[in-house]
């Protein structure tokens, strides 16, 4: 079974304390983003139960909210997530070039990782950056106004990144 | 003080966004931040500060519109049973974006505007649900809530009035559905989005049962300037029941997209082509359609965007948006306004929304999970040359059946879109049909879009 470190179960507490007495299954989302970015980017059924115990929740109170929003990862992702906003405002600024274009450099389509465990590229439903399409999210950030260069930048970043970070 | 409302560009809320550091606690309350918030703890009690938003005639800026003094009005208040203030940050219409600029620029605002509101509900505990992938705002908004707490504006006894109030942020995890105010509430309970049957609204039963008032961003922040210059002052800026200033995030092809603070009396023409707003369609092209208030609102061709049916131009303000129902008007929404070009394909762009409402559609309502599907394949099959014409009497067929049939408003905002492309772009669904192959290689332009309209005499 997947333990958190001591700091992470501070944070943990920290934020059971923001809900009132007994209403500690509120922390859930942000406990599962937290528990998310502790286990390499993805949930396990092991993370999950972990933390349905931390909470005092049934295991199932957890799977059911971990299935139901996008930013849970039930399978392992690679290193960088690229999701690529594909709704309407995005594809008005010519998005669909640019998930061509990503997918063509690093040998993938949508929904799948590369071979190395580095990438993975996935669409994504509008992400509130109509006005800087079209845009990917990646990690905490997002990037936008994004052009072939820019892509090219963003993935020699990534590459140094996780040369340097080995 | 003193206000000129002859100036048409009158900023209320963004009118400090590019002082330099305006992010930091310093900098905000000596450019006068944190005033209103005293004027309001010391010298208002809750009751006054509900009056003068009433007397403002603020209106949600969310997306419905419902007069926002009236919604605080209805807050029950049992003896005993902590109220809540939860703030909706969960900015996910596509099409928005100003919630975003507004916290991300001026957090402090934001949090005054928490503050005097959680004073005038009696909030001790107030959230701030904002939506998972604005992960950076959440932590700009920490930060702007640790800076007011270590000067006495959060946590006890604040500024010695007695009153305790904190703030705390509570990030979603990706769920357009958790807008809602009775699914923002399930989630923030820990569970899936799921709308609630209402009744019980949630100003008498909302997160743990208690009552609860749920406010958008931009709304919250409005309470500022109308504690500062008094409800009746603010009323007099905007025209008729559009008061104060709303924020409007401009998208799609245009020169200037971005967010943009409007007072309610400037034409939509003026907002799309000046050089203060929008400056004009991108690369020279011309205007052939735009989606005035977020997603779910109904689009409008160039001729009746500009004019209404009845041939009176038409302004940026919630009653003249919807000028002519929805047989020839559309609708203010969240202000999240975007423009398509004579390149632009109005399938294309409502298959994206339609596949947008299926991702996103909670599962609860069987019109919504299984008709938002079924609007999709039937959009893609017509956009890439597979579809038929019984198609588009079957795609309005559909939506009608969405529409009024649903829990919440998912369902009617996925209908919406689909029933407006269709009344108003009916022969570019014709023509894909008919034209199978060369709807693959180019679009059908901007045809009679941006023609004059009719006007019937008499």
Redesign the interface.
């Known amino acids: 079974m997947a333990k958190f470190s001591d700091d992470i179960l501070a944070k943990v507490q920290e934020i059971i304390s923001?809900y009132?007495e007994g209403?500690q299954?509120?922390?859930?989302?942000?406990v599962?983003?937290v528990a998310q970015d502790a286990s390499g980017g993805w949930l396990s059924s092991d993370t999950m139960d972990y933390v349905a115990e931390l909470?005092q929740?049934k295991p199932i109170?957890v799977y059911?909210?971990a299935t139901?929003?996008?930013?849970?990862n039930l399978k392992p992702v690679g290193r960088y997530m690229f999701e690529v906003c594909?709704?309407?405002?995005c594809?008005?600024?010519g998005c669909d070039d640019i998930i061509a274009y990503i997918g063509q450099k690093l040998g993938i389509k949508p929904g799948e990782t590369t071979a190395d465990g580095l990438f993975t590229l996935k669409t994504v439903?509008?992400?509130?950056?109509?006005?800087?399409?079209p845009m990917m999210?990646l990690g905490?950030?997002?990037r936008e106004h994004l052009t072939k260069e820019k892509v090219d930048s963003i993935i020699d970043e990534c590459r140094k990144n996780a040369a340097v970070n080995n | 003080m003193t206000f000129d409302f002859s100036n048409m560009g009158v900023k209320l809320l963004l009118e400090k966004a590019h002082v330099e550091g305006i992010r930091r606690f310093e900098v905000y309350r000596r450019e006068g931040g944190y005033n209103t918030a005293e004027k309001a703890i010391k010298t208002m009690g809750p009751e006054a500060i509900v009056e003068e938003v009433k007397k403002s005639g603020l209106r949600g800026r969310g997306g419905a519109g419902f007069p926002a003094g009236m919604k605080w009005s209805f807050l029950a208040k049992p003896d005993g049973v902590?109220r809540h203030l939860v703030c909706n940050a969960d900015?996910?219409?596509?099409?928005?974006?100003k919630d975003?600029y507004l916290m991300e620029f001026l957090p402090h605002l934001f949090i005054e505007g928490l503050l005097i509101s959680s004073f005038a509900l009696g909030s001790n505990?107030t959230?701030i649900y904002i939506?998972?992938?604005?992960?950076?705002i959440a932590e700009i908004l920490e930060t702007a809530i640790a800076e007011a707490r270590s000067q006495g504006f959060l946590g006890k006894n604040i500024l010695g009035s007695g009153f305790d109030c904190e703030i705390?942020v509570?990030?979603?995890?990706?769920?357009?559905i958790c807008g809602e105010e009775t699914a923002l509430i399930e989630?923030?309970?820990?569970?899936?989005?799921n709308p609630r049957i209402k009744p019980p609204f949630p100003a008498i039963q909302g997160v743990?049962m208690r009552p609860t008032v749920v406010n958008n961003v931009e709304t919250i922040a409005a309470v500022v300037p109308i504690i500062n210059m008094g409800g009746e002052e603010y009323a007099k800026i905007g025209v008729g029941k559009s008061t104060g200033t709303k924020l409007m995030?401009?998208?799609?092809?245009i020169n200037k997209?971005?967010?943009y603070e409007i007072d309610m009396t400037i034409s939509v023409e003026e907002f799309i082509f000046s050089d203060e707003y929008c400056g004009g369609i991108a690369n020279g092209k011309r205007l052939k359609a735009c989606?005035p208030g977020g997603?779910s609102v109904p689009i409008l061709p160039a001729n009746l965007l500009l004019k209404t049916a009845k041939g009176e131009t038409r302004y940026m303000n919630y009653e003249s948006l919807s000028d002519g129902g929805f047989a020839t008007g559309s609708m203010m929404g969240s202000g999240?306004f975007?423009v398509?070009d004579e390149d632009?394909c109005v399938v294309?762009?409502t298959l994206?929304?339609a596949?947008?409402y299926r991702?996103?559609s909670?599962g609860q309502c069987s019109p919504c999970r299984e008709g938002t599907g079924w609007m999709e394949k039937i959009l893609k099959n017509i956009e890439y040359g597979n579809g038929k014409m019984s198609d588009i009497d079957l795609l309005w067929d559909i939506q009608r059946k969405i529409e009024g049939n649903t829990i919440c408003p998912l369902g009617d905002a996925a209908a919406w879109p689909v029933a407006a492309a269709i009344r108003h772009f009916r022969d570019e669904f014709e023509w894909h049909v008919l034209n199978p192959d060369e709807s693959q290689k180019r679009n059908y332009g901007l045809a009679h879009y941006a023609d004059p309209v009719h006007v019937p005499v008499g």
């Open positions: 923001h009132p209403k299954k509120s922390a859930l989302l942000p599962l983003h909470l929740i109170e059911e909210v139901f929003y996008s930013m849970y594909q709704t309407g405002p594809m008005l600024r439903e509008c992400l509130g950056a109509c006005g800087y399409a999210q905490k950030t997002y | 902590p900015e996910s219409e596509p099409g928005t974006f975003r505990a959230y939506r998972g992938e604005y992960a950076w705390y509570h990030r979603g995890a990706g769920a357009y989630s923030l309970e820990g569970k899936r989005g743990w995030s401009a998208c799609g092809n997209p971005g967010v989606i997603s999240g975007i398509l632009q294309k762009n994206t929304f596949r947008f991702h996103e909670c």
